[in-house]
C-alpha cells in the first residue's frame, strides 16, 4: 500500500517561512521523480515543483522561483518543500506526488498525498 504523508504545514505571516515534509512508504523511493503541487480555494490544483530521482534536475513554477526549494532524502523516503518570504497568494492546501521514471514532469503523477493547508496572513 502506498502511502504519502505529508507534514509541516500551518499559518504563517507574509515574508514568513514554512518546511513542508513528505514521507513516502509502499514504495521504492530512488526511483520516483517527486513533486509538490497546490490548490487553492476556487482553483484548479497546480505544479509547484518537481526533483529528479537524483536531485539533479529540479523546475519550478515562476511564481515561487527563488522563494521555494524542493530537495529529498532518499534514505529517509522524504521530499521537502523549503517555503521562504511567503505571500498570502501561496495560500493552499499542498500536495505530495510521486512518478515512476526518470524524467521531471509537471502531470501524470501516480500517487498523491492526502495535502496539507499552508496560509499565509498579510
Not at 61 to 79: E, H, L, Q
Amino acid at each position: 500500500q502506498v502511502q504519502l504523508v505529508e507534514s509541516g504545514g500551518g499559518l504563517a505571516q507574509a515574508g514568513g517561512s514554512l518546511r513542508l515534509s513528505c514521507v513516502a512508504s509502499g514504495i521504492t523511493f530512488s526511483s520516483y521523480v517527486m513533486a509538490w503541487f497546490r490548490q487553492a480555494p476556487g482553483k484548479e490544483r497546480e505544479f509547484v515543483t518537481t526533483i529528479s530521482r537524483n536531485s539533479q534536475s529540479k523546475r519550478y513554477v515562476d511564481s515561487v522561483k527563488g522563494r521555494f526549494t524542493i530537495s529529498r532524502d532518499n534514505a529517509k523516503s522524504t521530499v521537502f518543500l523549503q517555503m521562504n518570504s511567503l505571500k498570502p497568494e501561496d495560500t493552499a492546501v499542498y500536495y505530495c506526488a510521486a512518478a515512476h521514471g526518470v524524467q521531471v514532469v509537471t502531470e501524470g503523477y501516480d500517487y498523491w498525498g492526502q495535502g496539507i493547508q499552508v496560509t499565509v496572513s498579510s
